[in-house]
């Protein structure tokens, strides 16, 4: 079955540059989309189709696919900005998220 | 507003069944594809299953092929998804989203709040 694989955590001080990657064969072959999601909160949609933001997403999200890796950068990066982030994508049918990454913003 | 409300969530034993629905309003139901997506007590998130628009066409995670059933009633604007044979890793909140575009089942724009399935005895 597919898989995608994310580091578990990436730390950041605010002001600076994000960046969670998301592995997977072949991956630059399929659309990636990214999630947001706070604590105890559903998640939100902050990319897709790799690149593109959804209405009311800030432009410091941005994203790039291509090779095996997905990534997911956030410039400028705000406190608000901490959360669990998750990458998914499709494979034959067979739709997959990524284990997720905490973004811990100190 | 686009708004999806889950429901049906509870406390069953190993082995019994239950049936979880989602409410939609704010959009055309009928002309978009639906997914279920869950997430296990402290885990992430895991894909479920999938309809598409008319209810042609679903998609199933290894996980739960065999056992659970997704659905739709367009004229109510409901999704549905029959848990059967449930087992202890079926504990999860279970969330309804919707793609970003109709046929989308893996661009999740928009989800509900979740409705929560604990598996136990």
């Known amino acids: 079955s597919y898989e995608l694989t994310q580091p578990p955590s990436v730390s950041v001080s605010p002001g600076q540059t994000a960046t969670i990657t998301c592995s997977g064969d072949k991956l630059g072959d399929k659309y990636v989309s990214w999630y947001q999601q706070k604590s105890g909160q559903s998640p939100v949609l902050v990319i897709y189709q790799d690149n593109k933001r959804p209405s009311g997403i800030p432009e410091r999200f941005s994203g790039s696919n291509s090779g095996n890796t997905g990534t997911l950068t956030i410039s400028g990066t705000q406190a608000m900005d901490e959360a669990d982030y998750y990458c998914l994508a499709s494979d034959s049918g067979a739709v997959v998220f990524g284990g997720g990454t905490k973004l811990t913003v100190l | 507003e686009v708004q999806l409300l889950e429901s049906g969530g509870g406390l069953v034993q190993p082995g019994g069944s239950l049936r979880l629905s989602c409410a939609a309003s704010g959009f055309t139901f009928s002309n978009s594809a639906m997914t279920w997506v869950r997430q296990a007590p402290g885990k992430g998130l895991e894909w479920v299953s999938a309809?598409?628009?008319?209810?042609?066409?679903?998609y199933y995670a290894d996980s739960v092929k065999g056992r659970f059933t997704i659905s739709r009633d367009n004229s109510k604007s409901t999704l549905y998804l029959q848990m059967n044979s449930l087992r202890a890793g079926d504990t999860a909140v279970y969330f309804c989203?919707?793609?970003?575009?109709?046929?989308?089942?893996?661009?999740?724009?928009?989800w509900g709040q979740g409705t929560m399935v604990a598996v136990s005895s």
């Open positions: 989203t919707k793609g970003t575009s109709s046929a989308s089942i893996e661009s999740l724009a928009i």
């Open positions: 309809i598409s628009a008319g209810g042609d066409r679903t």
